[in-house]
């Protein structure tokens, strides 16, 4: 799909959402018509795909050994898309747990699941995410048939009352809710299959998948935009569910509890054990039976009033099926209130007796995971800060190249003084020469981090000064605005972001190969260059050579170079295997001025030979 094309999706969304509030039967039956089409479809397929091979079957009949053949072309054939349809996502992972090993914890779920006629879970799993969620796993694809997973994190449960944990619970068990809103539910789940069969549609490369891959391409990216409206709704429907089932004050403090504490999380409780590899050998830690504790010493009153109201000046984006904090809260008629469990008071008490166990195991499994990878980056910072060092000294005795100078800034962020000294490196940098793009984004990058919004100018220097980093910058931007609580800008940055990524693909497939019917223009290399790029070719044998650059019409600013060349010649004899390995080592060994595609000018590529001769001034051997 192309930006233009999400664009016209993103204003058809909008539309739809104003049809849904305004004529909310008509819409819905408009969903059902797009969700039928799919079904239909399929139906159409399958049915003609199995007629054929009933036809098949029966002519063997008749047809004898004819009948054979043709169904032995047919019967695999139907295989393939029988396989390609039967897209099963991957079930959760965690801790799996019974009502033997938290009684409380499942008397509650069994209470929300009957007040909800909800489905059964089949699996309840403990996890080491922020995070608690309803995952249904269809086993027969987009036939349904679900297995219901409830999982749910342990980071969750200890920094939430028992209270707020309910409400948290009963918000995930109304996506599965019966009733009145059993419609906004299938939609819900049908939204999330269909976008699951076209991602594996175009990740499998199987013949099985030619039928539909470009009827879903064009099918699954509609569906979406019109069942948008009702994706959102479902989850102002799960918080009116929620607050219906426990309490709406519940609900609010679990609503701004997990937006306070997300970014406590991301900000602070991680970063700070995994900075602890810049000091110790190896991870002497358990994350998880510390939380409540260091939640209570590292938080307070300043920090959670900053986060807060971060997240209630961030505004719910026109693509996002999750509202924003602020409008949930005015959509149940609640005011923000942030209360914190008290130190082994949280909601993983709900899990005893298997409690400590469960914390103990989910610790070991961090250990084991990050320990290589701990060992590693504090090896890394041993050596980073010799590096630092040499700098620092050497820069006290003469300056350094603007090379080493941006190394050493990069170095006192991650192992010095940090960010403030990264930052006035770096302006030092831009001092001395202020046009240096990489130096714009580096510090640009950091004065964002620390929400400064100068950091904006630099990234928009970028755009201009380094056209490689303009995807990186245009990123940063989008997250910054969206951190910031600004979606419009998050989405006008996105919006330039898509379409420079979408470019970036049609230049790579422009600068995958060349043709006879492109059109070369001049290298434009200086005779330094030229000199020196002569006697590489001259070492492995070349007689003649020619550079040119393929005028490109996709990042025409990027230049692409095309190197042709002659090895054969009065005593060599023309081999395809010998002349293609002298291609491979030319790439691989000889320095370009830039990116450069090589290729022999022999047998069936005589034709670019006299192409290049016609370019001026392209002869370089």
């Known amino acids: 799909m192309t930006h233009q094309d999400r664009l016209r999706l993103d204003a058809q969304s909008e539309r739809l959402e104003t049809l849904a509030r305004e004529h909310p039967r008509t819409y819905r039956m408009q969903v059902a018509g797009l969700a039928l089409l799919g079904y239909g479809y399929l139906g159409l397929m399958l049915t003609l795909l199995l007629g054929l091979l009933a036809l098949s079957a029966a002519s063997v009949i008749y047809l004898k050994a004819l009948g054979v053949k043709l169904l032995l072309l047919i019967a695999p054939f139907v295989w393939l898309v029988a396989r390609a349809l039967w897209v099963r996502p991957e079930a959760p992972t965690g801790l799996a747990i019974t009502a033997a090993d938290a009684p409380e914890l499942f008397a509650r779920i069994e209470r929300l699941r009957t007040a909800l006629s909800a489905p059964r879970f089949h699996r309840v799993l403990i996890t080491d995410d922020f995070n608690a969620a309803v995952s249904q796993v269809p086993r027969l694809g987009l036939f349904g048939w679900q297995r219901n997973y409830l999982v749910i994190g342990l980071p969750l449960l200890k920094t939430l009352t028992p209270e707020q944990f309910e409400a948290v619970l009963a918000h995930e068990f109304g996506h599965l809710a019966g009733g009145h809103a059993a419609f906004a539910t299938w939609l819900y789940r049908l939204r999330l299959a269909w976008e699951r069969l076209r991602h594996a549609l175009e990740t499998t490369q199987s013949a099985g998948t030619i039928l539909f891959r470009r009827f879903f ?78 939640l209570h010493a590292e938080i307070n009153a300043e920090l959670c009033s900053q986060w807060l109201d971060h997240a209630l000046a961030t505004r719910t984006g026109r693509s996002d099926t999750h509202p924003a904090l602020g409008d949930r809260l005015q959509a149940i008629g609640a005011e923000p209130e942030i209360r914190l469990p008290e130190p082994g008071a949280g909601a993983d008490c709900l899990l005893e007796p298997a409690r400590a166990e469960l914390i103990r195991r989910l610790d070991q499994a961090w250990h084991d995971t990050i320990a290589a990878d701990w060992t590693r980056h504090y090896q890394e910072t041993l050596e980073n800060r010799a590096r630092l060092a040499e700098l620092d000294q050497r ?31 770096y302006r030092n940098v831009l001092a001395a020469e202020p046009e240096h793009g990489i130096a714009h984004y580096l510090l640009g990058n950091c004065l964002l981090e620390r929400n400064d919004p100068d950091g904006i100018a630099h990234m928009e220097r970028v755009l201009v000064l380094n056209d490689e980093l303009c995807p990186h910058a245009l990123d940063a931007l989008a997250r910054f605005h969206a951190r910031m609580g600004d979606p419009d800008a998050a989405e006008r940055s996105q919006d330039r972001l898509d379409a420079r990524l979408e470019e970036e693909r049609a230049a790579a497939i422009e600068r995958s190969g060349v043709r006879r019917s492109d059109r070369f223009i001049p290298s434009g290399i200086d005779d330094a260059t030229r000199t020196a790029l002569a006697q590489a070719l001259r070492d492995h044998g070349v007689r003649e050579a020619w550079l040119v650059r393929k005028d490109c019409r996709h990042l025409p600013q990027r230049p692409l170079y095309v190197l042709g060349f002659r090895y054969t010649g009065r005593l060599r004899v023309y081999h395809a295997r010998t002349v293609n390995a002298v291609v491979s080592r030319i790439a691989e060994t000889v320095s370009f001025p830039g990116e450069t595609l090589v290729l022999h000018t022999e047998a069936s590529n005589t034709g670019f030979r006299r192409k290049f001769r016609r370019v001026p001034d392209s002869r370089v051997l």
């Open 217 to 294: 391409a064009w099918f699954v990216p509609r569906f979406s935009a019109y069942s948008f409206p009702l994706a959102r709704a479902n989850e102002y429907e799960a918080d009116a569910v929620a607050a219906q089932l426990t309490s709406t004050r519940a609900l609010a403090q679990a609503l701004t509890a997990v937006n306070v504490l997300d970014s406590y999380f991301s900000e602070r409780f991680w970063p700070g054990i995994h900075a602890q590899a810049n000091h110790r050998p190896e991870p002497a830690f358990t994350p998880f039976a510390s939380i409540d504790l260091r």
């Open 395 to 425: 820069a006290n005795i003469e300056p350094l190249s603007i090379d080493e100078a941006i190394e050493r800034a990069g170095l006192e962020r991650r192992v010095g003084a940090g960010l403030d000294a990264a930052i006035d490196q």
